[in-house]
């Protein structure tokens, strides 16, 4: 240890003032990069339990999701109902679209309403998608949020 504490003393001051300089930058940049990347997680996984964003005032009060029966689109439906959205879900089983409308329809908030499609969109019939522009015609100015989950 001393032998390298007397070759730093031994060393011109000018190379060692660089050195150090050089050391004490790449001290900092580390300790802003691990500065930079806990502000980003306090932002997302601390900060947002706190305060929700008002979907329905950035993009629109209905949120149209296809293949919402069951799985992921499902579960869409049920957080997006739960945020204050009137929910319209399209799918091609009957049954399925009962129960996911059931249990959709039990989270809404007052005034906001639950609606679906019965369509089978796994076909290269044009009609089918001039179908449901039809059937969405009353939400046209009110939809914000499309979400195509149909696999």
Same mark, same amino acid.
């Given at each position: 240890?001393?032998?390298?504490?007397?070759?730093?003393?031994?060393?011109?001051?000018?190379?060692?003032?660089? @050195?150090?300089?050089?050391?004490?930058?790449?001290?900092?940049?580390?300790?802003?990069?691990?500065?930079?990347?806990?502000?980003?997680?306090?932002?997302?996984?601390?900060?947002?339990?706190?305060?929700?964003?008002? @979907?329905?005032?950035?993009?629109?009060?209905? /949120? /149209?999701?296809?293949?919402?029966?069951?799985?992921?689109?499902?579960?869409?439906?049920?957080?997006? !109902?739960?945020?204050?959205?009137?929910?319209?879900?399209?799918?091609?089983?009957?049954?399925? @679209?009962?129960? !996911? /409308?059931?249990?959709?329809?039990?989270? @809404?908030?007052?005034?906001?309403?639950?609606?679906?499609?019965?369509?089978?969109?796994?076909?290269?019939?044009?009609? /089918?998608?001039?179908?449901?522009?039809?059937?969405?015609?009353?939400?046209?100015?009110?939809?914000?949020?499309?979400?195509?989950? !149909?696999?």
């Amino acid at each position: 240890m001393e032998k390298v504490l007397k070759f730093v003393d031994d060393l011109n001051p000018i190379l060692r003032n660089t @050195l150090l300089v050089i050391a004490l930058l790449w001290i900092l940049k580390i300790v802003l990069f691990f500065a930079h990347h806990f502000f980003i997680g306090f932002r997302l996984f601390i900060y947002s339990r706190f305060r929700h964003l008002d @979907l329905t005032s950035i993009y629109g009060e209905v /949120v /149209v999701i296809t293949g919402a029966t069951d799985g992921i689109g499902f579960e869409f439906a049920r957080q997006f !109902a739960q945020r204050g959205h009137s929910i319209v879900i399209i799918g091609r089983n009957e049954q399925k @679209l009962k129960h !996911a /409308v059931e249990t959709v329809s039990q989270l @809404l908030l007052p005034g906001k309403k639950v609606s679906s499609i019965q369509m089978d969109l796994n076909t290269d019939d044009v009609s /089918v998608y001039h179908n449901i522009r039809n059937e969405l015609q009353e939400y046209a100015n009110e939809i914000g949020i499309l979400i195509n989950n !149909a696999g």
